[in-house]
């Protein structure tokens, strides 16, 4: 944000590092059309608010602690900074755990409507995954049918959020050292509704006024989302439309058409979107659109139900969260379905100013200017197809388009089952290759670059600047959620981007066989992370736990809440946990300590913000190489790996997207299948229930 002029305006080309985003809002500017970056000229933040300074807790407020001794000032009630900021950070904690924990409510709800029979359309996918989790929960398996299970698996998981004891079930799936740590300091989520409400109530005017009680109470929250909601939502949503492993698909607005009935689904649940994927590939509603003039129907993302349908059936992402309003403007889009999270209000007037269609779905979640119409699971086939034939209808309807030609190849679909898969067999899943790499140093360490857009810093410059130095640092990067996204659109989750690696990371990504930027999913899949770490951690030789590992968990462009309860997890699971954009507590430097040097101490883990991105790196390296230290790991030394040259395995998955863009060429549609050099031998469907065995030739139905 060097780049602010006088007025407060950001240069445009300081806007975006992406070029799709930056012909838009050229567009937008021709258009005379507002957007959040524009707005974001005129509305800065408010400095007292942005540091955690500004208490709205009761009506004797707001009080504003400001000035340069605010830290010795108190609020009416005699609340000083630490409690104020700490306060207002574990509320965003809770803001942000009860979203994804509901979210992952919902799923449950749909997996019981499934189990018992009442909700068409929807079936199990991936019963290896309900075994699995059916084992996590204690349920028996052995000699049962496939609905009883997921019965006794819904009514679970929907325990974990109101049960009146015990500890949340899946906290058990942390290292023993990690289960002992959060105990003995009384941190262990025992449910998820009970640990949002308490932090609610000790946050409530007069109750919690010690700072570190807050914030340990956070932590506890937190991991009732990682442990807890956020896990339980990836693991049903694997059940249901399956577990994912690696395809190929596209990204940016030019996977748009011109020529086609666009219908952009965003928000963040698979149970709508996945029915829309049905709908789009329905030949009678295909039939539909050629007779209104179109070509077919192409479904797109926005956001994290992108990633969801992205990761399981290859459909092309549009864009991340700041690329919102960006494809409504280019006028080819019918229909842009909502249901819950992340969705701007300006969507409303904006889709007025064009023939789209806002589509909100959700009973939670209703928007000035949208049609609503409400879906639920159990009618889930007929809303889907009744919300395209609106989108169809809609097309005749087109004005003007203006649709920038940027789309790029990505890979998709990874899993905690396929890396297991990939480096020991379906039967023998291991992670030793990854674990012998890094204690070779081949690979240097392990980063997760997370989270989503922010109009404050250049949209995807600080994720992109971090994927790019880390793999060529030799750190192999997991990315999730809007900066998945960002990644993809600047080509970091395309093979070529092997050649930017270091020669370590090279070497060791062509052994197992994976690329070395790898995406696991939306915000929810987060908890994907924790389980990798995890078993990175018991698999031996790199110490015992979380907090030994040489990882770090990254965050450079967060936004929304969700992303603090995220960050606050890793931190509580053991991770060294880097911000960007700015600190929510850094009008008081007690706070500020409590959650950096304080909560090492308590949990191994930790969670500071740099806005800087050189600073960011330099520090995400420097704890990667402390890890390394502590652990007697040899130094990491670039020199002595030598090129490796182009695996067979890789040849394949290059020659294969030559081969997929001369078909585009010629017209062919080809997004969305199995990447099959990665994918072979693998026998989890894709939960578009085509399951490709053995050297199927690469599945390309519904492309
Ligand atoms: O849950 S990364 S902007 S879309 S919050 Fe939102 Fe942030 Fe994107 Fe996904 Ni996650
Ligand atoms: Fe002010 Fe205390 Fe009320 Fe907060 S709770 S607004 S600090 S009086």
């Not at 449950?108 to 084992?135: C, F, H, P, S």
């Not at 890396?419 to 030793?432: D, E, T, V």
């Not at 015992?544 to 509580?572: H, N, Q, R, S």
């Not at 101490?601 to 390394?628: T, Y």
Request: charged residues 20%.
């Amino acid at each position: 944000m060097d780049d602010v002029k006088k007025d407060g305006a950001v240069p445009a080309a300081a806007k975006s590092i992406d070029p799709a985003a930056l012909e838009m809002l050229a567009h937008a500017d021709e258009c005379g059309i507002e957007t959040a970056f524009s707005r974001a000229d005129h509305m800065k933040p408010c400095p007292i608010g942005e540091s955690g300074a500004c208490c709205r807790i009761c009506s004797m407020g707001p009080c504003r602690l400001v000035g340069k001794d605010a830290e010795e000032k108190t609020g009416i009630c005699g609340a000083d900074m630490a409690t104020i900021a700490a306060r207002h950070f574990a509320r965003q904690v809770a803001g942000g755990v009860a979203a994804h924990s509901d979210h992952g409510r919902d799923m449950a709800m749909t997996l019981r409507a499934v189990a018992t029979g009442e909700a068409a359309g929807y079936k199990i996918k991936d019963e290896q995954k309900l075994n699995a989790v059916a084992g996590y929960m204690g349920i028996a398996t052995a000699g049962r049918e496939v609905d009883e299970i997921a019965l006794d698996v819904a009514d679970k998981a929907l325990e974990q959020f109101g049960q009146p004891h015990g500890e949340i079930v899946y906290t058990k799936r942390a290292t023993p050292k990690r289960q002992a740590r959060w105990r003995e300091l009384g941190i262990t989520p025992r449910a998820i509704d009970r640990e949002v409400t308490e932090v609610m109530h000790r946050t409530h005017e007069g109750v919690d006024l010690d700072a570190e009680n807050i914030l340990r109470s956070a932590l506890r929250c937190s991991l009732a989302d990682g442990w807890g909601g956020a896990m339980l939502s990836t693991d049903i949503s694997d059940i249901l439309f399956g577990t994912p492993s690696p395809l190929s698909s596209e990204v940016n607005l030019g996977v748009l058409k011109s020529d086609q009935v666009n219908v952009v689904v965003h928000g963040h649940e698979p149970t709508l979107s996945a029915m829309l994927v049905e709908a789009s590939r329905d030949p009678e509603l295909i039939a539909e659109a050629k007779a209104a003039g179109a070509e077919g129907i192409n479904l797109a993302g926005i956001c994290c139900t992108s990633n969801e349908i992205l990761m399981r059936y290859g459909i092309p992402a549009a864009g991340n969260f700041l690329h919102q309003e960006l494809a409504v403007l280019t006028g080819a889009v019918e229909a842009m379905v909502v249901d819950v999270q992340c969705i701007m209000q300006a969507l409303g007037p904006l889709a007025q100013r064009f023939h789209t269609q806002l589509i909100t779905t959700s009973p939670k979640a209703k928007i000035p200017g949208a049609v609503h119409v409400e879906f639920d699971e159990h009618r889930a086939l007929q809303t889907a197809a009744k919300i395209v034939r609106m989108a169809i209808a809609n097309y005749p309807n087109r004005g003007p388009i203006h649709i920038p030609d940027f789309h790029e190849p990505l890979i998709a679909g990874f899993s905690h089952e396929y890396l297991n898969y990939m480096q020991g067999g379906f039967h023998r899943g291991s992670f030793r290759p990854l674990n012998d790499a890094v204690i070779a140093g081949r690979v240097r360490g392990l980063a997760a670059v997370v989270g989503c857009n922010n109009v404050r810093v250049t949209q995807d410059e600080g994720i992109v600047e971090m994927i790019k130095r880390f793999i060529a640092e030799d750190v192999m990067v997991v990315v999730t959620g809007c900066a998945a996204t960002a990644g993809a659109k600047a080509g970091y989750l395309s093979p070529e981007i092997l050649d930017s690696a270091g020669p370590g990371l090279r070497e060791v990504m062509e052994a197992i066989g994976i690329p070395p930027v790898l995406h696991l999913g939306s915000c929810v899949d987060n908890s994907r992370i924790l389980t990798v770490l995890t078993q990175v951690a018991t698999e031996g030789g790199l110490g015992e736990d979380i907090d030994d590992l040489p990882a770090v968990g990254l965050c450079p462009e967060w936004m929304c809440e969700k992303a603090i309860a995220i960050g606050t997890y890793f931190a509580a699971s053991g991770a060294h946990v880097i911000f960007g954009v700015s600190s929510p507590v850094k009008a008081s430097s007690e706070a500020t300590r409590l959650m950096t040097e304080g909560w090492e101490q308590l949990v191994g883990g930790d969670l500071e913000f740099i806005p800087d991105w050189d600073r960011m790196f330099a520090r995400a390296l420097e704890l990667i190489d402390a890890k390394r230290a502590a652990l007697k790991l040899p130094d990491y030394d670039p020199a002595q790996f030598g090129d490796s040259g182009d695996s067979p395995f890789f040849a394949a998955i290059k020659s294969y997207l030559a081969e997929q863009a001369a078909e585009q060429e010629r017209g062919l549609e080809t997004v969305g299948a199995a990447v099959y050099p990665l994918a072979e031998g693998h026998s989890h469907g894709h939960g578009d229930g085509h399951a490709h065995d053995h050297g199927d030739a690469p599945d390309r139905e519904g492309a």
